[in-house]
């Protein structure tokens, strides 16, 4: 309930007609599942770095898993290029991916535009930065909502067999440094939000992270990470089933990573995976119904006949869509419930 009303006020807070009326035309193409989609993407992720400083054996970046993509630093004007062309659609840009956001020293940068075009900002981090005030300031008042700092353990030991290279002492002095100057500023944001993923080695410190969080006067978030069970799996293999939801990303996500690839959604991790590049889009529209767009909504179409030509496409390019495994997999119950 929480979350439907943190995500009803987000609508409001950030609505105009282009973006209501672009909201109810996404979810017309959902509920009909149509290969050409008439509206815009209402969510960009959007990836400022694909460097991080950890070494997460979640993560395909953590465990040295190639993408085939050059380490990359986002530039402002490929993000401003990206953003200009859909900023009267999009309601949320969510800074995070495959890698961490806060080295890109563009990126307060970013957040201010966006926050000057009416969109809200998230930022994912693991905080293991040296922050300072002025850096803290800065962040602050860069007009940043949403602040998701992980934090998956309450001793070095525990916190660091997940977050490998992580110094849990320095995101903890982060996390209350930003805490301190937001109410000496007397600022309600950013929202800091402590996230912990659950494993069988830290569940016992979910309370201690919890207690922490509320004394501070932060949100906490607790789920498991990626699936209950099966620590640090990144490579589920059930079979794809059409018979499955329809994966609302193709109609509602689009993801700039920071070699300025475009991918249909957050998940899609390898270069060879991206519909199309930054630098070749001239009218985004078209992008959005590209083959390889159409073909993938096609894959979750009403119609038997349309899913089955799809697939047979589809497995020839080697989709991302067919290896998806938040909604074309057994478990996709455990994939992401949100994505304003």
């Given at each position: ?282 009218d985004f529209k078209h992008f959005w119904n590209s083959e390889e767009y159409k073909y993938s909504r096609a894959l979750f179409s009403r119609i038997k006949n349309v899913r089955r030509s799809a697939i047979k496409l589809l497995k020839k ?24």
């Amino acid at each position: 309930m929480k979350k439907l009303i943190s995500q009803i006020r987000i609508l409001i807070q950030y609505s105009t007609w282009k973006k209501v009326f672009n909201l109810i035309f996404t979810g017309i193409m959902i509920i009909l599942r149509k290969s050409h989609s008439y509206n815009y993407p209402i969510v960009a992720y959007i990836e400022p770095t694909n460097l991080c400083n950890l070494n997460c054996p979640g993560c395909p970046t953590g465990i040295g898993i190639s993408s085939n993509r050059e380490k990359s630093l986002l530039s402002f004007n490929q993000f401003k290029t990206f953003v200009y062309q859909i900023k009267d659609f999009l309601f949320s840009i969510n800074f995070s991916n495959w890698g961490e956001p806060l080295l890109n020293s563009n990126l307060i940068k970013m957040v201010e535009y966006a926050h000057e075009k009416n969109i809200r900002t998230c930022i994912d981090t693991n905080l293991n930065i040296e922050l300072d005030e002025s850096k803290a300031n800065k962040l602050i008042k860069s007009g940043l909502d949403l602040l998701t700092v992980s934090l998956d353990g309450f001793s070095q030991k525990t916190y660091e067999k997940y977050r490998r290279r992580g110094d849990l002492n320095l995101v903890i002095k982060n996390i209350k440094l930003i805490a301190k100057l937001k109410e000496k500023l007397n600022s309600n944001n950013p929202v800091i939000e402590i996230q912990f993923l659950k494993f069988s080695h830290n569940i016992h410190e979910v309370k201690l992270v919890r207690d922490f969080a509320e004394k501070i006067g932060t949100r906490f978030v607790s789920k498991f990470g990626r699936r209950p069970n099966r620590e640090f799996d990144i490579h589920p293999n059930e079979p794809y089933n059409p018979e499955y939801p329809a994966c609302i990303f193709l109609w509602t996500i689009i993801t700039l990573n920071s070699d300025g690839g475009l991918a249909p959604c957050c998940l899609s991790y390898f270069k060879k995976d991206d519909f199309g590049k930054l630098i070749e889009i001239s009218d985004f529209k078209h992008f959005w119904n590209s083959e390889e767009y159409k073909y993938s909504r096609a894959l979750f179409s009403r119609i038997k006949n349309v899913r089955r030509s799809a697939i047979k496409l589809l497995k020839k390019r080697e989709t991302p869509c067919l290896r998806c495994f938040y909604f074309t997999k057994k478990d996709r119950k455990y994939g992401p419930m949100g994505i304003l």
